[in-house]
T-cell receptor, first 111, second 115 residues
Framework: RKEVEQDPGPFNVPEGATVAFNCTYSNSASQSFFWYRQDCRKEPKLLMS???SGNEDGRFTAQLNRASQYISLLIRDSKLSDSATYLCVVNNSSRDDKIIFGKGTRLHILP | DGGITQSPKYLFRKEGQNVTLSCEQNLNHDAMYWYRQDPGQGLRLIYYSQIVNDFQKGDIAEGYSVSREKKESFPLTVTSAQKNPTAFYLC??????????????FGQGTRLTVV
């Protein structure tokens, strides 16, 4: 099993729709989790951290399920500007201090 | 302003030459990382360092070398031994809080092309 796995997509979603991404991780001792956004030919930028209790930031909601070892990202009322690649990130600091990136899920919001 | 700076933004290298990519941060972060990204692909870890004068190989370290003589700096050398060096190189840093690292902050990247 890969350390961090995501559906590569692309997800083609009409503007205004709700879209959900899932990400699974293999190390049960992972300590911290994040979602990043990467635009074409740019560096990844932090979208939000993922907390055990779940967290929300405007149209974005992130959740963590430790028992099943997955994290999710929900985008409501999607905008054209949400088109990007979304990267799931897991910190395996309890073992080897590495920050592990998933390969990303491409999202295209259609007008 | 605090941040992480990579230079140059674009770099062209002849085959057989070594080249060094610069990464500097003034965020007082302990940990620094180098990733490589190929078109349409995810990030692959080359090297990382949690403290000064110490670094570890990532998943694709062959053909690369690094140093961490100062907390602020983590240069990456792409040697002639790297077979396919053309890629987008990203440097990142994070805070080491003992038993976990905080989120990573990235530089703007260096696009290396071998001609």
């Amino acid at each position: 099993r890969k350390e961090v796995e995501q559906d590569p997509g692309p997800f083609n979603v009409p503007e205004g729709a709700t879209v959900a991404f899932n990400c699974t991780y293999s190390n049960s001792a992972s300590q911290s989790f994040f979602w990043y956004r990467q635009d074409c030919r740019k560096e990844p930028k932090l979208l939000m951290s993922v907390y055990s209790s779940g967290n929300e930031d405007g149209r974005f909601t992130a959740q963590l399920n430790r028992a099943s070892q997955y994290i999710s990202l929900l985008i409501r009322d999607s905008k054209l500007s949400d088109s990007a690649t979304y990267l799931c990130v897991v910190n395996n600091s309890s073992r080897d201090d590495k920050i592990i990136f998933g390969k990303g899920t491409r999202l295209h919001i259609l007008p | 302003d605090g941040g992480i700076t990579q230079s140059p933004k674009y770099l062209f290298r002849k085959e057989g030459q070594n080249v060094t990519l610069s990464c500097e941060q003034n965020l007082n972060h302990d940990a620094m990382y180098w990733y490589r990204q190929d078109p349409g692909q995810g990030l692959r870890l080359i090297y990382y360092s949690q403290i000064v004068n110490d670094f570890q190989k990532g998943d694709i370290a062959e053909g690369y070398s690094v140093s961490r003589e100062k907390k602020e700096s983590f240069p990456l050398t792409v040697t002639s031994a790297q077979k396919n060096p053309t890629a987008f190189y990203l440097c990142a840093s994070s805070i080491n809080r003992g038993n976990f690292n905080t989120e990573a902050f990235f530089g703007q990247g260096t696009r290396l092309t071998v001609v």
